[in-house]
């Protein structure tokens, strides 16, 4: 039976896809949960218009599952309410083919919804919508992007146990150096890059700069600006799924946790955002030789003032926090600065057009939906307050330390995600609960795991 679909995607657009690309074999249907991690099913060809017309049934705990895919019963999503089925939906604008695939395969993120239609409450898209929403009746729209920041490992690990940098796919060369901006060190990875912006293109998305990063194996590239800051989203994680399907096409670990190699610095997703208003002008920008707008000023206080408590958004797993170190290029305070790459508020250098706030907590493994839901909220609740956001810090922003009010772990994150009425409203309460519930499952998991640390220092020693 045809149904309405509540997210807006039409039958045409699937029929125009096929008629398009009669190669595709099947289609990935991707749904995200609170850890940014794809989960659904591949389905074939003919499968694609039911998708389209009916939605697909979708058990509700798909949502409610840790890092390892377990059932977390704290959530609410398990038996409390039956394990029942909810409705997938594609999202419009999403289905997309993939490069490099045997045989041909496709694309398309889907969002949960109720059986009548409501958005399920849980699903991180919705909780960024949500927010999107709220500025959309202030007749404002927030842009932005994400920069990717990721390691290429070897497949196996080095004689120490520790990841080491993947050799060169071009002829096998391998290097320990940091090699930061190195042009030469990129070209022994250029076959790989050049699938990767293959895919980028397939997908729609204006994948630009790539850059040898500050650690061995550790590179960066840059996404085109979005108007639409769900674009921005959706870019981000289909671009990870990219870069991690051609790596392991050419025999290499794409590796997004925050920190895998412990001397060097981890991997950040800084989010770049703005606010345009009905007639597409950036209302952060300042007229020529004026000083700061009090609404970005005012953004830069909501940011500052509910950092502390959404930490755990920005650094969701233990190896989050180990990103965290003093002069790391990750940020230990909750303060601002202009062109200063010390600081966790960001203002780029820039025409006045282009002038935005650089979020620089967030690992490259946190959820990218969660992440701008709660900057949005952040800004919102400045713009609200119109929070002072204090003076600006030039130079050394890590000297700042000791009077930082972020929290120093893992556990103290949870504790204060867990308490904070901001990031409850900023998610919704279903959201809130789900996150917060995941993410205590994981810690408890953790803290019950004997790891390799414990027996090096105790098993012969105490």
């Known amino acids: ?41 591949i389905i074939r060809r003919h499968e694609l218009t039911s998708l389209y017309k009916s939605g697909r049934h979708m058990p509700i705990s798909i949502l409610g599952l840790d890092i390892c895919g377990e059932d977390v019963h704290e959530t609410g999503l398990i038996w409390d309410q039956g394990d029942g089925d909810l409705r997938a ?9 993939l490069h490099n695939t045997t045989p041909p395969r496709a694309e398309v993120f889907l969002s949960l919804y109720e059986l009548d239609g409501r958005p399920m409450t849980s699903d991180p898209r919705h909780a960024l919508q949500r927010q999107v929403d709220a500025f959309a009746k202030r007749g404002l729209k927030p842009a932005g992007a994400f920069e990717l920041e990721f390691f290429l490992l070897a497949k196996d690990r080095g004689p120490d146990g520790q990841a080491r940098p993947a050799a060169d796919v071009l002829d096998g060369r391998e290097s320990r150096k940091t090699e930061v901006y190195s042009v030469d060190h990129l070209h022994g990875m250029l076959p790989l890059f050049s699938d990767i912006y293959k895919g980028a293109e397939r997908a729609g998305i204006t994948a630009e700069t790539m850059i040898s990063e500050y650690a ?3 590179y960066e590239l840059t996404l085109h600006y979005r108007a639409d800051v769900m674009q921005a989203a959706d870019d981000l994680v289909r671009l990870k799924r990219i870069v991690r399907q051609q ?11 925050a920190k895998p190699i412990a001397d060097y610095a981890g991997s950040g997703m800084h989010f770049h955002v703005s606010l345009q208003d009905e007639t597409g002008r950036n209302v952060f920008a300042e007229e020529p030789g004026q000083g700061w707008t009090p609404t970005l000023l005012h953004a830069l206080g909501g ?24 002069q790391s290029y990750a940020p230990v305070s909750t303060n601002w600065g202009v ?20 979020h620089r907590p967030s690992g490259v493994d946190a959820n990218p939906y969660l992440v701008a839901t709660t900057v949005l909220a952040g800004i919102l609740h400045g713009l609200d307050t119109r929070i002072d956001p204090g003076p600006e810090t030039t130079g050394n922003g890590y000297e700042d330390d000791a009077a930082s009010t972020m929290p120093r772990d893992w556990g103290a994150a ?6 904070s009425a901001f990031l409850k409203a900023a998610l919704g309460e279903d959201m809130h609960r789900t996150f917060t519930a995941v993410k205590a499952a994981e810690l408890a998991r953790v803290a019950r795991t004997i790891s390799e640390v414990d027996f090096d220092l105790y098993l012969h020693t105490v």
């Open 216 to 218: 061995p194996g550790q």
């Open 247 to 257: 790596a392991r096409a050419h025999g290499v670990v794409a590796c997004f946790m």
């Open 303 to 326: 940011l500052r003032s509910t950092m502390a408590e959404s930490m755990l958004i920005f650094a969701p797993h233990l190896n989050s926090w180990r990103r965290f170190a003093n």
């Open 1 to 41: 039976m045809t149904q309405t679909c509540p997210s807006g995607a039409t039958l045409a657009e699937a029929e125009a896809f096929l008629a398009a690309h009669p190669e595709i074999e099947a289609v990935d249907i991707v749904l995200h949960d609170s850890n940014g991690i794809g989960r659904g099913k």
């Open 339 to 358: 062109n200063n790459r010390s600081v966790a508020l960001r203002i780029p250098e820039g025409e006045l057009r282009a002038r935005r706030i650089e």
């Open 414 to 419: 949870i504790r204060a995600a867990e308490g």
């Open 89 to 97: 939906w594609p999202i419009p604008g999403t289905l997309k083919p």
